[in-house]
């Protein structure tokens, strides 16, 4: 019956510390924001912007120092695209610079005096691109649009100077190699369905650690001497501490998780290509690895900012490292194993395959495999870092008793020669 009992008061000791922890998410501003407010709003405000898959008619200056017929060609055609318009025509490049910087226009294409020489030498003619960079989809629509008129405009000088007879052979001598491009898995071609999936996988990272370190922070600035485990009876044992808090996190991050993946996507009609079951079987894993990654991480916050700065900084770099906006080919091997070290990496990479390019729980067995085994790690590294802290937190309750013990010694002599 003892072990039964014992048992039973494990259970009993975890859901104390599970309703502790939930008192303390719900009633910490901070915590409450990043469990909850964050992982509602961010997305939304995120998907927001990208929603736009493309843009149109964004306007450029031009500055034409060729004035020429070619010159004049290449600007109708470029305002005769849908994605760009020709706003304002500028005297020099200082000109359209100030209207760049006045917000007028987002690009300049600069005309050399010697395009039209240089097309009617049979030589190679340059147009100049410039562009604002601030935003990734204007600098697409100026530049892709540039590159198109070009190819259309080389194409008909080639079909001048071949001296084909036929249509066909106009055709064979511009395009020899036929071909079809068709996006498969972007269809719009855009940076929403190209982004999104892995943000908000990072963002389900980065919230819930930051979540857990501050409440940690807050636990330790409650603690007189800046303990993270308090002087409680229920938190006797590691396992009971660790199983307790993550129950809580476990508990919120299953709705905020399902809200990310399933409810965000079709809000703004992203691609969804995964299947439910597929992403239950994702999720469980990396909730359960950012969890105790969460609870790791968060015996070093000695303060409520610390773990600002520390994930908040590293958020960029996670997206990189993930492969998504820079080629997993590419990344030095040293950085791919520190990325190891995240659940973001396996999570996004995952995720991104199965909601965005049709992949099955078999095409990313590997990933599956890694977060489990992030789960497992992080989960001993938890139980051991925990445990070090319940050490600590009973070495100074000892101290504190002794030292009361021996106030009450002295009062008892105090006492008694006075008496």
């Known amino acids: 019956m003892s072990i039964f009992h014992n048992i039973y008061q494990a259970i009993e000791d975890a859901c104390y510390i599970w309703r502790q922890e939930i008192r303390q998410a719900f009633r910490d501003e901070g915590v409450l924001i990043f469990c909850v407010i964050v992982p509602l709003v961010y997305p939304l405000l995120y998907s927001w912007i990208y929603n736009n898959e493309v843009v149109h008619e964004v306007p450029v200056v031009v500055v034409d120092q060729s004035h020429s017929h070619l010159s004049r060609q290449f600007i109708r055609q470029c305002d005769a695209s849908p994605d760009v318009k020709v706003a304002y025509y500028a005297a020099d490049l200082d000109e359209a610079q100030s209207l760049v910087s006045r917000q007028l226009a987002k690009g300049v ?92 996988m990072l963002i389900f990272q980065q919230t819930l650690v930051l979540g857990i370190g501050l409440s940690a922070g807050t636990s330790r600035e409650r603690s007189r001497y800046g303990d993270l485990v308090p002087i409680h009876r229920c938190y006797s044992g590691v396992y009971r501490i660790v199983c307790g808090k993550a129950l809580c996190y476990i508990m919120i991050y299953a709705v905020a998780g399902a809200y990310l993946t399933m409810v965000v996507p079709r809000l703004f009609s992203f691609l969804t290509l995964i299947h439910w079951q597929d992403l239950l079987a994702l999720m469980i894993p990396y909730l359960l690895a950012c969890v105790f990654f969460g609870l790791t991480v968060s015996c070093l916050v000695r303060y409520r900012e610390n773990v600002m700065l520390l994930m908040v900084f590293v958020s960029l770099p996670l997206l990189f490292l993930s492969g998504v906006s820079w080629p997993q080919s590419n990344i030095p091997g040293v950085w791919q ?47 051991l870092v925990y445990g070090h802290q319940l050490r600590v937190t009973r070495r100074h309750a000892d101290e504190r008793l002794a030292h009361l013990r021996k106030k009450h010694e002295i009062r008892l002599q105090l006492k008694a020669k006075k008496s």
């Open 337 to 383: 194993g520190v990325s190891w070290l995240f659940p973001s990496t396996f999570g996004v990479r995952a995720f991104v395959r199965m909601n965005t390019l049709g992949a099955v729980l078999g095409d990313v067995t590997l990933e599956l495999r890694c977060l489990w085994i992030q789960a497992a790690a992080y989960f001993g590294l938890a139980c």
């Open 109 to 200: 294409y600069l005309i050399p005096s010697d395009f039209a020489a240089n097309v009617n030498r049979m030589q190679p003619a340059v147009v100049s691109v410039y562009c604002d960079m601030s935003l990734m989809l204007t600098y697409k629509a100026i530049y892709q649009t540039a590159v198109a008129v070009t190819q259309s405009m080389g194409s008909e000088i080639q079909k001048k100077v071949s001296g084909n007879y036929t249509d066909r052979e106009d055709a064979i001598t511009t395009r020899p190699l036929d071909f079809a491009d068709v996006p498969i898995f972007n269809p719009a071609g855009g940076y929403g369905n190209f982004v999104i999936p892995a943000v908000l």
